[in-house]
């Protein structure tokens, strides 16, 4: 198959670009705008006759739509992606996460290809700690953010394209991802370099949140089960059974790097923050087999800090600004 994979530098999409490389006889395409969170380093080393580049916008319909001629199916990972920044910022997450998409199904819907669309569990807003309830698929619809509420907004984009223009779409949710490649201002990568610059982390607030972490290798294992296997029309959420609070998370780093655990700041908390998710993903292992393959958290964070350890030329240059920008926000 020929893949065009939107935002294929940026965390998420980098890695599954290096699983289908791995796995799959595949070639792909990569659009990405390269925004501050997008890197060409992040596809660095792959063999030029199976991964192409493209630079440029999801919405620039023109371009959009050769590349999607040329497409066997799309894999739509592109977006406006930190909720700190929505917060701050909302306008690139309107032109992204909706303009962005809706140019590539209308592409999708005059050329008949295929498309997946890659979205979060924060559509359904969050749980209360001691909830037993998980998210499942037919779980309402309720976003906090400007972030979350853009995705859900892309969300029934590709569902009434679905239904009111017979597009082969498919959706899928996922929660909290780790690994490597993904940029220093999301929690984790943020804490684990600010050890290494002899910076202390920095905890939202008490840190009871919890989130429901799954690495990134698995949520491109299950986007190419959906991508082969999964029916047409239909939502999957993906998940590892991997909650956590952020205070534990933050005290295994400082563990698993020998720093004493109550080494850190607590600072101000995220404004609306979403207390936690948890995802139920029973239909995607029942209807389509898939399982995690990362199932020890703490040795998936230590393979992460490695990881980082090894690659400061990767996150060195995006370091200094984003402490500046979570400074002036108190945080
Ligand atoms: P990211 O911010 O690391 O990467 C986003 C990529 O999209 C970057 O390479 C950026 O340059 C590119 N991009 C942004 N705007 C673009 C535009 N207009 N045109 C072309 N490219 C553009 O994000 P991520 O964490 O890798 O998330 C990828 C996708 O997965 C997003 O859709 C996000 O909502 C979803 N998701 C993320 C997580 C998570 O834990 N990070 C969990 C579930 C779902
Ligand atoms: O659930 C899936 C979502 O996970 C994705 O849709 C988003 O794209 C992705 O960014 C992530 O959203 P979160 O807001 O949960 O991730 P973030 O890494 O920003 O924060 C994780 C938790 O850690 C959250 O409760 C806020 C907290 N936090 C974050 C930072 C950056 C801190 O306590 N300190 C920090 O410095």
């Known amino acids: 198959m020929r893949l065009l994979v939107t935002g294929g530098a940026g965390f998420i ?11 799959t ?26 991964v192409a580049f493209v630079h440029g916008d999801i919405a620039d319909a023109d371009l959009v739509d050769d590349l999607v001629a040329a497409a066997d199916a799309v894999v739509h990972y592109a977006a406006e992606s930190h ?6 910022d909302p306008n690139p997450f309107l032109h992204t996460n909706l303009i962005g998409t809706f140019t590539l199904l209308e592409a999708a819907r005059k050329h008949g290809t295929r498309f997946h669309h890659i ?9 209360e700690l001691d909830d037993p309830a998980r998210f499942t698929e037919e779980t309402p619809y309720n976003p906090s953010s400007p972030y979350s509420s853009t995705k859900a907004g892309s ?13 082969s779409a498919t959706i899928s949710n996922c929660s909290n991802n780790y690994g490597p490649y993904q940029h220093v201002e999301k929690f984790i990568p943020r804490q684990i370099t600010n050890v290494l610059r002899g910076i202390r982390p920095k905890l939202y ?12 290798d698995d949520h491109s294992s299950a986007v190419l089960t959906i991508l082969d296997e999964g029916r047409i029309g239909e939502t999957y959420l993906i998940g590892a059974d991997g909650e956590k609070d952020n205070k534990t998370v933050v005290e295994l780093i400082l ?22 998710y948890a995802i139920d993903s029973t239909k995607l292992r029942d209807e389509l087999g898939w399982q995690p393959r990362f199932r020890d958290f703490e040795a998936g964070l230590a393979a992460t800090i490695e ?7 990767w996150w060195a240059p995006a370091k200094d600004s984003t402490e500046a920008f979570y400074a002036r926000l108190g945080q």
């Open 83 to 88: 909720n700190d920044n929505s917060l701050h």
């Open 25 to 50: 006889d595949h070639r792909v395409t990569v659009l990405d705008r390269l925004t501050y969170a997008g890197n060409r380093a992040s596809l660095a080393g792959l063999p030029e006759d199976r």
């Open 255 to 276: 563990h698993l790097m020998g720093r004493p655990t109550d080494d850190y700041d607590h600072v101000t908390d995220r404004a609306g923050h979403d207390l936690r």
């Open 119 to 127: 979205s979060t569990d924060e559509v359904y807003g969050d749980l």
């Open 13 to 23: 999409g980098s890695n599954f670009v290096h699983h289908v490389v791995e796995h």
């Open 155 to 167: 969300d029934l984009l590709v569902r009434a394209w679905v239904r009111s223009f017979g597009v």
């Open 307 to 313: 990881w980082y350890r090894d690659h400061e030329e």
């Open 205 to 216: 607030g008490e840190g009871r949140n919890v989130r429901d972490w799954i690495h990134a």
